[in-house]
């Protein structure tokens, strides 16, 4: 069985007296494309957080890449963080540097390379993602789609050994959505990458996902785990083919 | 690691081993020194190579005889980076003006800007004329509000500054004063300086600080979020919604901080005046004897009409935001600037007026 890169044990989050999700246990293993899906609310992007360190949880354990990155400080943390990437939902790249400046950032913070190696890398990065020809625009001149390309060209760019993916499709037309896809898969199968992405587009569920587990905003907690084409034929949870089939409970 | 030897006199550049982001940061210049005119670029024992390693080879140059990487993950990788760096097309170079075009390009440009701020000033003072026929369509609640923010929340800072600007002030003129034996008109230089000139300066630039900034960025955050096209769309003129209350609150709120800076000023000097063994009585009476009511009123009127184009300066600012995060900060910054620029040019041309006036 492949390596699991991510490991979740129990894992609750709580604010005050709202429990957001609660036993949540499963694995990441490496290579995969792990969706994490979910109607609004459930707490995807919660979890997600949690996985990036962002916040620790309330109760239960999540090791990334062996370390539990909740507890990490200083340079153990800086040296975890460099080995994982994140595009946010917004895209988040910084409105006052191009494309290629933006790309170059997480080059600077975390390498020694001077300059015109850093700018290698990151035109590649760019390059790699369709958006050679956009280096030099700023992040208000592009469109959504183009955003959330160099968003991830950005979380690329020290080669990380997971990717975070935060509703890439969301807010895309069809057919970008589905160039995004695509530009997913081939990147995993490419580079070998593990991909988590938290989204709740079906159709990007069934195109990329290797496997996914759904939560829900009722169970607070996990309904479901597996392969999201075998989920949407055999699942019998009536919120799991709610979802899959697209009805209204 | 990096290994440099010659071949048949040719340079020879030896890569070996793990090519990750240490590796070729320590690399980079001695291998680039090395890769001058014909050269070889060995990268046979290459065993592990990350981007910044593809960056080190790739970026060594076309003219190179190469060797490619015998193991199979760095050979993709090295074959993915040049397939990413094949795909960049250097920006193209923005098309230049006839010449005529160059000369005249500026002026279009600042001509479409004075277009912008004509037609924001037309739409102000229709939307404001409108207003004042009907004052009960002025939104009030937003006006209490800003009257709350731009007004009571700067009552401590222009308490603070009003007092220290009047100790600084009686230090400062007691100096030259003691040596003509005048200490004793100290009252009347700072009382009068401070009603018709530094109460509404000083409130003038605390206003610029505090609430034009704040009006430009909160409104150009809800220009850039498209609020502004929002409330267009649902047939609201956004000028008399977003910019009438908290040009109306800039102005009524003026008066009294120039007031509050004033009072405050004047009771610093009090404080100085008294350790120079002055009592408050001494001052009260020489204050009573000349400053005039038209001293202050004055004051006040001119900072009333500041009040009326800082906010205005600040909501303007804020409307013509371009897009992106960067543009909320330019605004803000453009309402400061403008608006103590304007402050001070209006201050100049309301000096000439007084003195015309005979005040």
Redesign the interface.
């Known amino acids: 069985m492949t390596e699991a890169v991510i490991r979740a044990e129990d894992v609750a989050m709580r604010f005050g007296t709202n429990t957001v999700f609660q036993d949540v246990s499963f694995e990441v293993r490496r290579g995969e494309i792990f969706v994490i899906l979910g109607g609004s609310g459930c707490g995807k992007s919660t979890l997600l957080k949690l996985l990036i360190g962002l916040m620790p949880p309330s109760a239960g354990r999540i090791a990334v890449l062996e370390e539990e990155i909740a507890r990490l400080a200083g340079q153990a943390r800086r040296d975890l963080l460099r080995r994982i990437g994140v595009m946010w939902q917004s895209g988040a790249l910084l409105?006052?540097l191009n494309l290629l400046e933006n790309v170059m950032l997480p080059?600077e913070a975390?390498?020694?390379?001077?300059d015109?190696?850093r700018a290698?890398?990151a035109?590649?990065?760019?390059?790699?993602v369709?958006l050679?020809?956009a280096?030099?625009r700023?992040?208000?001149e592009i469109s959504g789609g183009m955003v959330k390309r160099a968003g991830i060209a950005r979380a690329m760019?020290?080669?990380p050994e997971i990717l975070f993916l935060d509703e890439p499709s969301a807010g895309l037309d069809p057919i970008t959505s589905a160039g995004l896809d695509e530009l997913i898969l081939s990147l995993a199968r490419?580079?070998g990458t593990t991909f988590v992405v938290v989204t709740h587009e079906l159709q990007s569920i069934l195109a990329i996902g290797d496997r996914c587990i759904m939560l829900d905003k009722e169970a607070r907690g996990m309904i479901a785990e597996g392969d999201p084409k075998r989920l949407k034929e055999e699942s019998t949870h009536p919120t799991v083919r709610a979802f899959f089939h697209r009805e209204a409970l | 690691m990096l290994e440099t030897d010659t071949e048949n006199g040719v340079p020879v550049l030896r890569f070996s081993g793990r090519l990750d982001?240490?590796a070729?940061?320590?690399t980079?210049?001695a291998a680039h020194r090395a890769a001058r005119g014909r050269f070889v670029v060995d990268a046979r024992r290459v065993e592990a190579m990350?981007?910044?390693g593809?960056?080190?080879l790739?970026?060594l140059g076309e003219g190179a005889e190469w060797r490619e990487p015998e193991a199979e993950a760095p050979r993709?990788v090295l074959r993915?980076?040049?397939?990413?760096?094949?795909?960049?097309?250097p920006?193209a170079a923005p098309k230049p003006l006839p010449w005529l075009a160059q000369i005249g390009a500026p002026f279009v440009a600042q001509a479409g800007g004075l277009r912008e701020r004509l037609r924001f000033l037309g739409e102000t003072v229709l939307a404001g004329s409108a207003t004042a026929l009907r004052p009960w369509r002025l939104r009030w609640r937003e006006v209490v509000r800003h009257l709350d923010e731009a007004g009571t929340r700067a009552f401590p800072l222009c308490v603070l500054l009003g007092v220290l600007i009047g100790v600084i002030l009686a230090f400062q003129s007691s100096i030259p004063m003691r040596q003509f034996g005048a200490e004793i008109f100290i009252p009347q230089l700072v009382g009068i300086s401070l009603a018709r000139e530094l109460g509404p300066l000083l409130a003038s630039i605390v206003l610029a600080g505090r609430t034009a900034s704040a009006y430009a960025a909160e409104l150009g955050t809800m220009k850039v979020n498209e609020e502004v096209d929002a409330i267009r769309t649902m047939g609201l003129d956004p000028v008399a919604w977003l910019v009438l209350p908290r040009v109306a609150a800039a102005m009524m709120v003026m008066p009294v901080l120039a007031l509050v800076m004033t009072v405050t000023g004047i009771v610093g000097m009090g404080i100085v005046m008294a350790t120079l063994g002055y009592p408050p009585v001494a001052v009260a009476n020489q204050l009573r004897q000349w400053l005039s009511l038209g001293d202050v009123t004055g004051g006040l009127a001119k900072a009333a009409v500041f009040g009326l184009v800082i906010g205005y300066i600040g909501c303007r600012s804020g409307l013509s935001a371009?897009?992106?995060?960067?543009?909320v900060g330019d605004a803000a910054t453009m309402a400061v600037v403008g608006g103590i620029v304007s402050l001070v040019v209006l201050d100049g041309l309301f000096a000439v007026l007084f003195f015309r006036l005979g005040w």
């Open positions: 409105g006052s080059i975390h390498t020694a390379l001077p015109d190696a290698l890398v035109g590649s990065k760019l390059g790699l369709g050679g020809d280096t030099t700023l992040p208000a760019a020290l080669d490419e580079t | 982001a240490a070729a940061a320590s980079w210049q990350d981007s910044a593809a960056a080190l790739a970026g993709l993915r980076f040049r397939a990413g760096l094949e795909r960049v097309s920006p371009g897009r992106g995060p960067r543009a």
